[in-house]
């Protein structure tokens, strides 16, 4: 599986974005996804997940009720909506898929395949 992030920016704080990741390959609908981000000078961060039917979602606490993650399997793309802004969460986000897709999890070292990132720059 290869995975396509996108949708990253310059906004303004209390701004909205929609980060998209794209999927290659017909077993998308089975794997759970994530969303992560990292940074300058930290450590990557879990975020949000998203099981493979899209009923499932888990967040982090520091965007609960800002974030959405949502997907469209028939499109093959997981999506990060991202509401009220804050400078705090300025970082490179990354996509993340895991093969076994029936839970949600936090840690990086679950999921097997990676996108390329994409700059979120929030201003304040």
């Known amino acids: 599986v290869q995975l396509q992030a996108s949708g990253g920016g310059l906004v303004q704080a209390g701004g909205s974005l929609r980060l998209s990741c794209a999927a290659s390959g017909r077993t998308f609908s089975r794997y759970g996804m994530g969303w992560f981000r990292q940074a300058p000078g930290k450590e990557r961060e879990f975020v949000a997940a998203?099981?493979?039917?899209?009923?499932?979602?888990y967040y982090a606490d520091s965007v609960k009720g800002r974030f959405t993650i949502s997907r469209d399997n028939a499109k093959n793309t997981v999506y990060l909506q991202m509401n009220s802004l804050k400078p705090e969460d300025t970082a490179v986000y990354y996509c993340a898929a895991d093969r076994r897709g029936g839970s949600l999890y936090r840690e990086s070292y679950e999921y097997d395949y990676w996108g390329q990132g994409t700059q979120v720059t929030v201003s304040s």
């Open positions: 998203i099981s493979w039917s899209g009923r499932n979602t």
